[in-house]
């Protein structure tokens, strides 16, 4: 919620800088998972609301649809209409304060393990933010009302990424930027993942689970005391890499990259 000290003009600014950020998302994520109809939100600096970027306007003609909508899912500003699974966002940000923003996507590796119910783990470098393990919502439906909302809610609880069946995958982060790099990873992890499965992998061990975990906490540790994400003001590399791709005009491969 808004404090008294908050100013419209610090909150209209605020917005825009999140709305830039929303489309560098779109644009990655379009490209990393090959999807065309999946969105992103974060929450308004207002406390009013969400701001909530398609990754493509529904067809080519019509404007980039960037649109504010309310808790109700009531839009209150911008262009086209809120998605129709608004409540994805509603829902699972009236039960997590710290949820800032909101990747839905639909990557095919990562429906493809839901339907062999296959939970996504931690079984390689990049995947130590899945070592609780990805649940699987077990209906393969869209999120159409406040109910689904909130029973899709409840099955991600206080996790980070939801995968659900036969349909895609939503991740919360404190930021744009997490929560877009938490999808990119969750799609490239399930790929390794179902490829080792084709060639007799069964699922990571405790053991293997404790050490990728380990080792990563080692890593981040250095690199916080380095002052790396700091001197790259608060993003991650992965977002600055792509962010100036997209700057420069630049496409890339989908895929394993």
């Known amino acids: ?49 969400i701001a909530c970027k398609l990754f493509r306007p529904p067809g080519e003609d019509d404007s980039d ?33 710290d949820a800032r923003a909101i990747v839905h996507t639909h990557s095919p590796a990562c429906v493809a393990l839901s339907l062999a119910d296959k939970e996504i783990a931690a079984v390689h470098m990049q995947s130590a933010k899945f070592s609780d393990g990805v649940p699987i919502y077990p209906r393969p439906i869209h999120i159409k009302d406040e109910e689904e909302g909130g029973d899709l809610a409840d099955k991600l609880a206080a996790g980070n990424a939801i995968v659900i069946k036969g349909h895609g995958v939503v991740t919360v982060g404190k930021t744009i930027d997490e929560a877009c ?8 992890t399930a790929k390794i993942q179902g490829l080792a499965m084709s060639l007799g992998f069964t699922g990571p061990t405790p053991e293997l689970v404790r050490e990728i975990v380990g080792s990563r906490e080692i890593l981040m540790r250095n690199i916080a005391a380095s002052g790396g994400r700091e001197a790259s003001g608060g993003y991650s590399n992965e ?15 989908r895929g394993w990259s």
Do not use: C, Q
């Open 181 to 188: 790099m938490l999808a990119l990873y969750l799609e490239r």
């Open 239 to 253: 977002w600055r890499y792509y962010r100036n791709k997209i700057r420069r005009g630049e496409t890339w491969t």
């Open 65 to 97: 649809w960037l649109v504010h909508f309310d808790f109700a899912g009531k839009k209150i500003g911008g262009v086209g209409t809120p998605p129709f699974e608004s409540p994805i966002y509603t829902e699972i940000m009236k039960r997590r304060p």
């Open 1 to 49: 919620m808004p404090h008294d000290h908050d100013h419209p003009h610090d909150h209209l600014s605020e917005t825009k800088h999140l709305e830039e950020d929303l489309k560098i998302a779109s644009t990655i994520l379009e490209w990393e998972s090959g999807d065309v109809f999946g969105h992103v939100g974060v929450r308004l600096p207002s406390g009013e609301g």
